[in-house]
Each structure stands twice: as structure tokens, then as C-alpha cells.
């Protein structure tokens, strides 16, 4: 039989091991989320700012106004229809 210490040192690291893997378990579940929610509002951020590019080049394209844009954004281009 083995002497008492020796049982009792084993199972100590037993418990370290198991409570080691369950913490370090959560810690890494935990920086892993941060991290793709980061990267999922870093692509957020960039495709704003492709939107606003497109929209900015389109306007560039056609010539139109701000305004004459907003308005056919907003489906009010009946005004702007000839009536022939």
C-alpha cells in the first residue's frame, strides 16, 4: 500500500489538472468571442465605408445632387418623370 502523502499528492494533482483545463477552457472561450466580435465590427466598419464609397462614386458617375439622390432613394421621383 502506498503511504498516505503520496495519495494525497496525486489527487491534488488531479484536481489541479481538471481545474486548470476547466478555467483555462473558459478564459479561452472568452478571448476567442472578444476577438470575433472585434473582427465581425471590423468587416461592419469596412463594408460602411464601401456603401459610402459606392454611393459617393455613383453620384460622382451620373452627376446627380445630393438631393435629387435622396429623392430617388426615397421613391419620390415621380416630379422628376417626364409626362409625355
Do not use: C
Not at 503511504?3 to 473558459?26: E, F, L, M, S
Not at 473582427?39 to 462614386?57: P, S, T
Amino acid at each position: 500500500m502506498e503511504p498516505d502523502w503520496i495519495i494525497r499528492a496525486r489527487r491534488w494533482g488531479y484536481v489541479r489538472i481538471i481545474t486548470g483545463t476547466i478555467v483555462g477552457g473558459i478564459i479561452g472561450f472568452y478571448f476567442m468571442h472578444r476577438a470575433e466580435l472585434k473582427y465581425k465590427e471590423m468587416w461592419n466598419r469596412r463594408l460602411a465605408e464601401y456603401v459610402e464609397e459606392k454611393k459617393r462614386r455613383e453620384n460622382l458617375e451620373f452627376g446627380l445632387s445630393a438631393d435629387l439622390q435622396e429623392k430617388f432613394e426615397f421613391g419620390e421621383s415621380s416630379d422628376l418623370q417626364d409626362t409625355n
